[in-house]
């Protein structure tokens, strides 16, 4: 296969990364205004760990078990602060 050819796949995947990433922090907007409603905190340590646990038993390396785990941290933190931002607006 060509590098071009290898680049467009890699182009069709960060389309769909960029379509989930969107799509899990509408999520996140959803659960801020739940937990404002309930009084909820918006971190849960306890189920942030288990997230990131169960991310990393879905991968097959060592390498990936790792970068998966600073991805999913990163991911939970973005998630966190848009709550924390929607949350102080309302």
Same mark, same amino acid.
């Given at each position: 296969? %060509?590098? /071009? %050819?290898? =680049?467009? !796949? ?6 769909e990364i960029v =379509?989930?990433?969107? !799509?899990?922090?509408?999520? +996140?907007? =959803?659960?801020?205004?739940y937990k404002k ?7 849960? @340590?306890?189920?942030?760990? %288990? !997230?990131? @646990?169960?991310?990393? +038993?879905? #991968?097959? #390396? ?6 998966? /785990?600073?991805?999913? #941290?990163l991911l939970i +933190?973005?998630?966190? /602060? ?6 102080? !607006?309302?």
């Amino acid at each position: 296969m %060509e590098l /071009k %050819e290898l =680049r467009k !796949k890699i182009d069709a995947v960060d389309a769909e990364i960029v =379509r989930l990433f969107e !799509k899990r922090l509408a999520i +996140s907007e =959803r659960m801020a205004a739940y937990k404002k409603q309930n009084g909820m905190p918006i971190q849960d @340590a306890a189920r942030e760990e %288990e !997230k990131i @646990a169960q991310v990393q +038993s879905m #991968t097959h #390396t060592a390498f990936n078990r790792q970068h998966i /785990k600073e991805l999913y #941290t990163l991911l939970i +933190s973005l998630s966190r /602060k848009l709550q924390e931002e929607l949350i102080k !607006k309302s």
